[in-house]
């Protein structure tokens, strides 16, 4: 190494040192803020003190929904719907795994029906679909109230995707009050995905704790719940027969199980007779009281 390579090398190593200290100097100030770089702060623009809309941004920049929610309770109604239009406006901006997370705290706002979201939910749309549409990740269940109740509210192209989207999320199938939150909207839901609510009615009103589904089957109007028995009835009366022979099947190996068949042939335990969902599918299959069907004189 000649004479010039050292000198070069030993010049790097000392700007090397100097940068380590300088950053060990500055490692307690903050950079400078959105108000020097764009002369403003972030809640001037939408009305809310600035202290408090840059706590709000560094919760959904960390999808912390907890601590965001709680922050939003304290303020005032009036208060509340400035710091979802500044979470929109955050998400238009941030990109990758951060517009994701801004994505999930901006939903979990629109899931609170005491904010108004219909004149801004074109708007929101736009901004979130991005990162909702095609994203490798899984909405999580608390944000899918939400974001049913956003893609409800606007009839761009992308609200369309978004609903299909909350109808094929799999909280739906392993969540029964998840899935009757979703479809207490039933008219939105069949025209959404007629298939899916077909598959999640069917599902859920043939398990245990289907208590949710079938208070909000009972209680549809009868123009919804005649929209149901059209989608549904089908496929759900086949489902209540299968369920009968089942159980008709084990009732007979019961009483006279075949010589030599093991306690797992004959079955201990009675599979369930589904008396509830024949309740609730009578309950929407009746005329309601106020408009009772008549005969022709």
Known sequence: MDSSEEDAAAVRKHHGRQLVAYLHRTRSLSGPGRDLIF???SGSVFGLPAALAETLEQHAQNADLGPMQSAVADLSPAERPAVLALLIQQAREAIGLEAW????AALALCGDENIPIDAIADS???ALAPSLVGTPHALP??????CWRLARSSDRVAARGIRSLVLRHSGLDENTALAASTLRHMSDALAADAERVQELVCAHLLSDGCDPLVSLLTGLPSAEA??????VGPALTKDLQAAFEAHDAWKATQAAPAAGASASEVGEEEPP??????????AISRFP???PQTCPP
């Open 273 to 282: 007779l589904p008396g509830i969902a024949l309740e609730a599918l009578d």
């Open 141 to 146: 269940d608390e944000v899918i109230p939400g």
């Open 39 to 41: 002369l403003q702060t």
């Open 124 to 126: 929101a749309i736009e």
């Open 289 to 291: 009281p106020e408009a």
């Open 101 to 104: 997370n801004v994505a999930q």
């Open 226 to 231: 005649g929209q149901l028995m059209d989608a």
